[in-house]
């Protein structure tokens, strides 16, 4: 239970900061998976989640009832994977991800870890 506070916790300082235009001041601990997807992102572009760098942000993140207007279309996630970090722009929303977990393009994922593990534990924040 307190876990499960502190995550949902974690979303609403993340939402909260967004709305403020700031980053979330903090890294986030969670989880990251990947996907392969075509055609439209959240944000109204086309993307290629198997060929060029994005992330999904969790539903939960997503303050507007138009995602293409959402603020997140305009930041990126930071993510820190054992020391490595990476910076993708946010195309996408995940609506099958908990407040802690995002879902990266597949060369994202590739650049932290190898795609066969499927889900790997870090650390992100919204920059």
Do not use: H
């Not at 009832?65 to 930071?78: G, V």
């Not at 650049?111 to 992100?124: F, H, K, P, Q, R």
Request: net charge positive.
């Amino acid at each position: 239970m307190k876990n499960k506070i502190a995550k949902t916790l974690g979303a609403v300082v993340a939402v909260s900061a967004l709305a403020l235009g700031t980053s979330t001041a903090f890294a986030v601990n969670g989880q990251a998976s990947w996907y392969n997807d075509a055609g439209y992102g959240a944000c109204g572009t086309q993307i290629n989640a198997n060929t060029d760098w994005l992330v999904a942000a969790p539903a939960a993140l997503w303050t507007t009832a138009n995602p293409n207007n959402d603020p997140l279309c305009q930041r990126s996630i930071r993510v820190n994977y054992n020391g490595n970090v990476i910076t993708v722009p946010i195309r996408d929303k995940c609506p099958s991800c908990g407040s802690t977990k995002i879902d990266l393009s597949r060369p994202a994922f590739a650049s932290l870890a190898n795609t066969d593990i499927g889900i790997i534990n870090i650390s992100w924040e919204i920059v």
